[in-house]
């Protein structure tokens, strides 16, 4: 019980200061943007630092350089060309991570390639929430986290509380069929969060697309569809950094949250929801 009130405690404060954030972005019509995408360059950095951090603790010699190119080129890149900037900022990034293997003897095969899926995870995902953000405005990049966020939080309370037949004991030893059963109805009543909040409140964000606009009559649906599809997906993107752990010997990236583990330990689930949410408003924008 100790346990669970120290990570509510903490994830609730986590919450107070992004909803401070999130609230900014509707000031001055729009124009407090800015502050949330700095917060979202800080929380690249840092979840940067750490997977290089870790992966250095199990012996890879990552070139740091084209990660910190990456990091700070980003944010300019895609105010001015979109997902053409994002792109183009990663294949440069990579190519110079190449260089580095190809003049430097130092730099193992295994130390390039490690390099590079540091720039795919967690530096990639988090620019495309950046250029959501730039494109659409705050509500696409809410629903992937708020879906994502209660699906996790309701999977975990209800593996704990319930408990039951393990998924995957092999990868993630903690998660119950109870708890990803119960993420899913997560999922769908966080992007209802979202939409109550944002659209009918509504709370001040910058909003240069809703989705009651895009789907007039079909809007409730297309959130819980999303929503719930959402929850399948960050299932899988915890899956994924477990899986990496594993491979690296720790049990979390950081312990900078305290009970809730490094950045990369609450952002594992929300990365892979960003994907999917941006792959959607491709096709639906």
Known sequence: ???????????LALLAVLLGFIFLTGLWDGKGQPFF???????MAFAAYEMIAAVKKAGYNVTVFPICLAVAAIYPMITFFGYTGLWVTMGVSAAVAFGFFVFDSRVTLKDMLMSVFILVYPVMPIGVALTMTSLYGMLPLLVAAAAAMLSDALAYYAGSLIGGKKIFPSISPNKTYA?????LLGGAGGAMIVYALFEVAPLPINAAITFTALF?????????????????????????????????QIKDFSHALGA?????????S???????????MEFIV
Do not use: W
């Open 1 to 11: 019980m100790k346990k669970f009130l120290k990570r509510t405690v903490i994830g």
């Open 37 to 43: 995408d700095a917060l979202l360059i800080v929380v």
């Open 179 to 183: 708890g990803s059963i119960t993420g």
């Open 216 to 248: 007039p009559t079909t809007y409730i649906l297309f959130y819980c569809l999303t929503g719930t599809a959402i929850a399948i997906v960050s299932e899988f993107g915890d899956l994924f950094a477990s899986r990496i752990k594993r491979e690296l």
């Open 260 to 268: 809730h583990g490094g950045l990369i330990d609450r952002l594992d």
């Open 270 to 280: 929300i990365i892979f929801a960003v994907l999917l949410t941006a792959i959607v």
